[in-house]
């Protein structure tokens, strides 16, 4: 009985539907928007009992544009993926390219700072002989080696002082010794001709002597 009354109400409903199918709008065209396309299937189509009657063909024109609608946000999707894919890509090569600028800007201040401690470590320390000393050491060491050089200077120089007038004494004693010796000399030469002037008068007196001796012995005696 009911399905009876159902098929009547779908035969007196079609002219109806034909006749605000007229009075409606005009359909969208198809790639109008979803919310305008389901406006139009609302008001285009009849109510009956709380339900909506709907062409099949525009309800598969809908379907139709619902699926286009979804490929294509999918495609857009899909492109948006591909282009965040390549830009992620890009990106991480940047990031790379950054890093390794990063760890040579790292290497580089690494050396510079080796350089700059080696330039330090010149500044501060001295190499005498292949040791590698501090310079404030070296110049205490230095200072240390010409204050001894300069006290070694000094006794050298007290000794020099010293053997230099114990030379001069030395000097002035052989000097009054040699005009000693050489007035000994003198003296002694000064005696030995005394000597042999008074040797000579004594020769010569014995002599005068043996000749007064020879003329008293060739005398005839009486």
């Not at 390549?86 to 600028?101: N, T």
């Not at 000399?185 to 042999?196: F, G, H, M, P, V």
């Amino acid at each position: 009985m009911k399905a009876l009354f159902f098929s009547v109400a779908l035969l007196c409903s079609a002219p109806m539907v034909q006749a605000q199918g007229n009075a409606a709008e005009k359909a969208p065209a198809a790639n109008a928007k979803l919310e305008k396309q389901f406006e139009y299937l609302k008001s285009s189509s009849n109510s009956w009992q709380g339900y909506k009657v709907v062409k099949i063909t525009t309800l598969e024109s809908f379907w139709k544009t619902v699926q286009e609608t979804v490929a294509s946000k999918d495609k857009k999707l899909q492109n948006f993926e591909a282009e965040a894919d390549a830009k992620l890509q890009e990106a991480r090569k940047d990031v790379a390219a950054q890093e390794q600028q990063l760890q040579a800007m790292q290497q580089d201040m690494k050396q510079k700072e080796q350089e700059i401690q080696q330039s330090m470590h010149d500044i501060t320390h001295i190499s005498v002989l292949g040791i590698d000393l501090p310079k404030p050491f070296y110049v205490l060491l230095n200072s240390g080696i010409i204050v001894a050089l300069l006290i070694a200077l000094g006794v050298m120089a007290v000794q020099h002082k010293s053997s230099k007038r114990l030379a001069g004494e030395k000097r002035k004693a052989y000097d009054e010794m040699e005009l000693e010796l050489n007035e000994y000399k003198k003296s002694a030469r000064e005696r030995e001709l005394k000597i042999k002037r008074e040797l000579q008068t004594e020769l010569n007196r014995v002599e005068e002597l043996k000749q007064q001796l020879a003329s008293v012995k060739k005398q005839p005696q009486l």
